[in-house]
T-cell receptor, first 116, second 111 residues
Framework: DTGVSQNPRHKITKRGQNVTFRCDPISEHNRLYWYRQTLGQGPEFLTYFQNEAQLEKSRLLSDRFSAERPKGSFSTLEIQRTEQGDSAMYLC??????????????FGPGTRLLVL | KQEVTQIPAALSVPEGENLVLNCSFTDSAIYNLQWFRQDPGKGLTSLLLIQSSQREQTSGRLNASLDKSSGRSTLYIAASQPGDSATYLCAVQQAGTALIFGKGTTLSVSS
């Protein structure tokens, strides 16, 4: 168990460019989550996958954002036409499924995005 | 809409002190409440998870309590150490899977 990993750890881009982040969850976890955290705030939920199915999306996830988990393993989060307001830490988390219980979500180190 | 509030926003204590961090939530219909630790520029580390049917959980020098009816939780840290310096986040989980976080309490423990 190597924990949740995220790549890249840091990304600097110019306004209008597209960026893609990757998350590799803990291997036996079938649930995967994306959150966004801005300075001085707690993380805010973006979206959730159970295996390859995207089951929940926040209103924060505008049309410029898309997330995939094609084989139920790693996930990607793409932001098209980035804006300065997209600058934030993007956190990925995973959790196992237990019948009838919400389990602890294990977080990765995050990808810090800066849009110039 | 569920709102999570953490008080105080920042706290400074000398090493060895016992301290309490507070978390309140507006909707008592929760499945669980979690406390996380976040070091600067890093991800979150889960400290304690309390299911809605439980009143408290303990791990080492940490003790978390939950009073669901009043919408409150506390995180008690005994004999604080400089290594405890971090931001502590409280989060609740409701019918969906999303965690709803407070803004955190930033703790500084001086030696």
């Amino acid at each position: 168990d190597t924990g949740v990993s995220q790549n890249p750890r840091h990304k600097i881009t110019k306004r209008g460019q597209n960026v893609t982040f990757r998350c590799d969850p803990i291997s036996e976890h079938n649930r995967l989550y994306w959150y966004r955290q801005t300075l001085g705030q707690g993380p805010e939920f973006l979206t959730y996958f159970q295996n390859e199915a995207q089951l929940e999306k926040s209103r924060l996830l505008s049309d410029r954002f898309s997330a995939e988990r094609p084989k139920g393993s790693f996930s990607t989060l793409e932001i098209q036409r980035t804006e300065q307001g997209d600058s934030a830490m993007y956190l990925c988390a995973s959790s196992p499924t237990r019948q009838g219980r919400r389990e602890t979500q294990y977080f990765g180190p995050g990808t810090r995005l800066l849009v110039l | 809409k569920q709102e999570v509030t953490q008080i105080p926003a920042a706290l400074s204590v000398p090493e060895g002190e016992n301290l309490v961090l507070n978390c309140s939530f507006t909707d008592s219909a929760i499945y669980n409440l979690q406390w996380f630790r976040q070091d600067p520029g890093k991800g979150l580390t889960s400290l304690l998870l309390i299911q809605s049917s439980q009143r408290e959980q303990t791990s080492g020098r940490l003790n978390a309590s939950l009073d669901k009816s009043s919408g409150r939780s506390t995180l008690y840290i005994a004999a604080s150490q400089p290594g405890d310096s971090a931001t502590y986040l409280c989060a609740v989980q409701q019918a969906g899977t999303a965690l709803i976080f407070g803004k955190g309490t930033t703790l500084s423990v001086s030696s």
